[in-house]
């Protein structure tokens, strides 16, 4: 079974910078659709950013121009840069992984971004 590890969270500053990554137990290549959700406290969780294997990206409205998604074969690493961050950034981001032939998508544990001064 396909494991995911977050990592990158952390206390980060009103337009700061951090780069969170998900590294699977699998390789990258082979996941059709690698995506970073959040959750804010009293909130549901909102999807943020995707990538298809294909290379194609997509944002929600809310971070475009500011956050990157980008993956990395060799380390079987999906990455989200997060540029110009905001206190409403503030969230648990989770990585989320689907494949063809699996019985259930896949989730990390969560990485803690918190934006403030």
């Known amino acids: 079974q396909v494991q995911l590890v977050e990592s990158g969270g952390g206390l980060v500053q009103p337009g700061g910078s951090l780069r969170l990554s998900c590294v699977a137990s699998t390789s990258i290549g082979s996941i059709m659709l690698v995506r970073w959700y959040r959750q804010a406290p009293g909130k549901q969780r909102e999807l943020v950013a995707g990538?298809?294997?294909?290379?194609?990206?997509n944002y929600a409205d809310f971070v475009k121009g500011r956050f990157t998604i980008s993956g990395e074969n060799a380390k079987n690493t999906v990455y989200l840069q997060m540029n110009s961050l905001k206190p409403e950034d503030t969230a648990v981001y989770y990585c989320?992984?689907?494949?063809?032939?699996?019985?259930?998508?896949?989730w990390g544990q969560g990485t803690q971004v918190t934006v403030s001064s």
């Open positions: 990538v298809q294997r294909d290379g194609t990206t």
């Open positions: 989320n992984a689907w494949s063809f032939g699996w019985s259930k998508e896949r």
